[in-house]
């Protein structure tokens, strides 16, 4: 390490708790025009205002990072003078917790024509094959110079240095997608400006889309001349599909919620109550269920298609029913059974309970069973009479025909 932090073509940055600069080397020191001494235990983006220095790295990007063992980030820097300079940083968080080792390429001149020599330039050659990025870098016209090991392989090509003297015309993508690329790298290129975290797709090599998250930097010399681009992106296909999960089932917890709150069963969102659910439902082989009355009965199927009744009932419940078997003449032990929520009637035939009178209540009582921590009870029916019609059966058959 100590040889790579005296290297002139390396930058090397350890910044402490609140990102103070707790050292640096030389190149490092060169790059900013800071004196070491004078900013040493000086909190680095102070630094900068300081000096008037503009940098692509910021708090929140640090935070997000704390948690990661290495990230890798390209910083687009400009000087008070309105000179540019870029850095490919390599960012380890691993060595104590909100600390940050930093080791820096300057992309300059003399290091993209080294990218072209693989004799030369053996540590940037080592972070730009091995950063989980997809890295290449083109002339003023567009035109491939290099590229690291995974972009080369993601365009069908076997080698980095095959991409020498390509176009975007030349690779999987169509020609929309090059026309677009190509006009993002004359944007870059004739305001000075970078681009990005711009989110863009891509057409892969079987035909296949993905997408990706794109920054494109100027490349510039010393005299602050722009030779060309250099592009890094990261394939965020994976984590978008995954965002438009997550949307799409907060969507359908918030229409679930509400609906909850009008018919008053916001009870299924209690953990105790889950966790009784999802034990019965395993142990029962359930593999579709289906929300059927507004206490939070559900209708469970099994891997054969079998229906069972998961019934649910509350407290409120309990004493609206034994007001009315009390009043239709239920038998005194019906009534107890109700008073001590031990059991409740089911009707699966649709029977109104209104039309029952003295003992018909017997026949039609079911056990049921307390939820731990909550004032819900319930039962588990199997149902031998229920018949389940696909939406086409039931609009042929039971649909009214004008």
Not at 354 to 360: E, F, M, N, P
């Amino acid at each position: 390490m100590e040889n790579i932090i005296k290297d002139a073509n390396i930058l090397y940055l350890y910044l402490g708790n609140t990102f103070f600069i707790k050292d640096m080397n030389e190149s490092a020191s060169h790059f900013y025009r800071w004196n070491k001494s004078a900013v040493l235990n000086e909190n680095f983006f102070d630094v900068c205002q300081m000096f008037g220095i503009k940098t692509s790295l910021n708090d929140d990007f640090f935070s997000n990072i704390s948690d990661v063992k290495k990230n890798n980030f390209m910083d687009q820097i400009i000087f008070p003078d309105k000179s540019h300079g870029s850095v490919l940083w390599s960012i380890d968080s691993s060595l104590k917790k909100f600390e940050f080792v930093m080791f820096g390429i300057k992309i300059t001149e003399d290091n993209v024509t080294s990218f072209l020599d693989k004799s030369s330039s053996i540590y940037l050659k080592n972070i730009v094959d091995n950063v989980p990025h997809f890295i290449f870098w083109k002339d003023r016209q567009s035109v491939f110079l290099g590229c690291n090991k995974i972009f080369a392989k993601s365009v069908g090509l076997s080698d980095p240095g095959e991409i020498f003297g390509k176009t975007d015309y030349d690779l999987p993508w169509g020609k929309f997608e090059a026309e677009s690329y190509q006009k993002d790298d004359q944007e870059v290129m004739e305001t000075g400006h970078a681009k990005l975290h711009i989110e863009e797709t891509q057409t892969t090599e079987d035909g296949g889309k993905i997408t990706l998250l794109t920054s494109k930097v100027p490349l510039v010399n010393d005299q602050n001349k722009i030779l060309g681009v250099l592009v890094i992106y990261t394939d965020i296909t994976d984590r978008k599909k995954l965002e438009e999960e997550l949307i799409a089932t907060k969507a359908r917890e918030e229409r679930l919620k509400a609906l909850s709150s009008r018919h008053q069963i916001s009870h299924i969102f209690d953990e105790n109550f889950y966790d009784q659910f999802d034990l019965i439902r395993k142990k029962q082989h359930v593999v579709e269920f289906y929300l059927i009355d507004s206490a939070g009965s559900f209708l469970f199927l099994d891997k054969e298609g079998k229906p069972k009744i998961f019934l649910v009932r509350k407290e409120e419940d309990f004493e609206g029913m034994y007001d009315l078997a009390k009043d239709s003449g239920a038998l005194r032990e019906v009534l107890q059974s109700l008073r001590d929520r031990q059991q409740f009637p089911f009707t699966p035939s649709g029977m109104g309970h209104l039309s029952l009178k003295g003992d018909a209540w017997n026949s039609i009582m079911v056990q049921m069973h307390k939820i731990p921590g909550r004032e819900l009870f319930y039962s588990m029916i199997d149902v031998v009479d229920l018949n389940i019609l696909g939406f086409n059966q039931y609009r042929n058959e039971i649909w009214p025909t004008p």
